[in-house]
């Protein structure tokens, strides 16, 4: 089956389009990858975005203009896709949206929200659409992520040791892929470096490109140790968070406690940068990791990758820092991967949950179906679970 994965992450820098065939080989998935696209959003709707995400106040109007908006960027790509890379065979689009909402109180997770009406998607493109991954496991008692949990775990469990799946996205979140599987978000990566980038210089950057404020910097320990007070780091797993907690004002807060309210903004970054990789080796080192292989924008980051590193060292695990390019798959395509893996498993009727990973009360079969423009075709029979994946 020809799938077409789509996903803008917490960053929302861009929408990225992964094309795939999948093939069912006994109890194994063949992935094979034949190409990847990525569009920034519009200069007026990622500036929409921005205006409108936590901790902002929003109106059902905007809500309806930037699902409409979203969708139709979604549905641009998708279309762009499908004839630049599968030469209009697509059967299928998986398509994540857009998150703009996680609702976490007491820990648990009440609701979420992903924009980007699919229907654009179908009627553009005539493809099948699948959409609407996260809340059914919302539903079913879970924390709706990470989702990629399923893919991870096929994917990886065959490595040697106690291998560990990285996202660096707006938020870090990790799989243990072997063993009993688990997974959490285990706090910021890029989210408040972004903010704070953006902030201090005006937008005139949105992110520290290339990781040169960061290197520039000299990390201090007073609003390192003032950050790293917050509870979110000590609650025990399952457990999700989002940039409704990780956001500008989060930062400032911190910056006025400990007193560095006039502090630089390569020294703010390179905290920020010490924040991300120590949070993200000592929840690696909590579990045992052996090997992390790390995927999504934050790999782009070499100032990270190299603090990482010398944090994952000295955790006391001593885990191996890999990418998701060592393995085969690019760092940044690896997310709508996935979600086109999700995507293909619900049309199947199969379950796209790991509850040990999501907390949820079983195992559920994910999202909403958009017929396209030849009906819905589902396959003839429900197949069985795989067992293991392989990127071809």
Known sequence: MRVIGMMSGTSYDAIDAVAVDIERHGDELRVILLGSISESYSEDLRADLESQMP??????????????????EFARVASRANRDICDGRAALIASHGQTMFHWVQDRQVLGTLQLGEPAWIAETTGCTVVSG??????????QGAPLVSIFDTLWLRHLPGRPVALNLGGIANITVASGEPSA?????ANALIDAAVTALTGGAQSYDRDGEL??????NTALLKQLLTEDYYRLPAPKTTGKELFHLPHLTAAMDSSGTSNLGIEDIVATLVTLTARTVAEAVANVGGTAVVASGGGTRNPTLMKVLAQE???????????????????????EALAFAV????TLNSIPGTVPSCTGARHPSILGNITPGANGLQLPERTVSAPASLRIM
């Open 133 to 142: 991954f996260r809340t059914r496991d919302v539903a079913a008692g879970g």
């Open 55 to 72: 901790p902002a106040a929003t109106s059902m109007e905007k809500v309806c203009k930037l699902d409409t908006h979203i969708g139709q």
């Open 312 to 334: 994952l060292r000295g955790a006391g695990g001593g885990a191996e820092l890999l990418t998701s390019d060592d393995l085969g798959l690019p760092s940044t395509a690896k």
């Open 214 to 219: 960061g290197a520039r910097g000299t990390v």
């Open 184 to 188: 959490f978000d285990t706090g910021p």
């Open 342 to 345: 999700l995507g293909y498993l």
